[in-house]
């Protein structure tokens, strides 16, 4: 069973950064895709993605993120990270790592494509 662990949320001012992480296990990370997706508090629609990543490397930014946001991964690890520069009140919100055995084809794929979530970490940056 796919399991995920994100970690390095906080609370920061607007222009700050934060690096999230995500420690995946129970999955076949050599041929996985792997998101990050958001949720701002009392909003009810489907998860924001932000950005995804297969395991070769191939990367799909939401537009509202790039150029800020940076995804990376350390695949002896088993890790995905997320720098986040130049955060502003806008990027509020709870963030989610999210797995799927397969690949995303350079897509920013959708909440609905996956089955394996973590249990969130909140970023809020302040004005």
């Known amino acids: 069973r796919a399991q995920l662990v994100e970690s390095g949320g906080g609370s920061v001012q607007s222009g700050g950064s934060l690096r999230l992480s995500c420690a995946l296990s129970?999955?076949?990370?050599?041929?996985?895709?792997v998101g990050w997706f958001r949720q701002a508090l009392g909003k009810d629609e489907e998860r924001e993605g932000v950005v995804s990543i297969d395991t070769d490397g191939r990367i799909s930014y939401a537009d509202s993120v790039k150029g800020r946001f940076t995804i990376s991964q350390d695949k002896s690890e088993r890790m995905v990270y997320l720098q986040m520069n130049s955060l502003n009140a806008e990027d509020t919100a709870m963030y989610y790592c999210a797995a799927e055995p397969g690949y995303c084809l350079g897509t920013l794929q959708k909440a609905a494509w996956f089955d394996n979530w973590g249990q969130g970490t909140q970023v809020t940056v302040s004005s």
């Open positions: 129970g999955l076949p990370f050599r041929r996985a895709c």
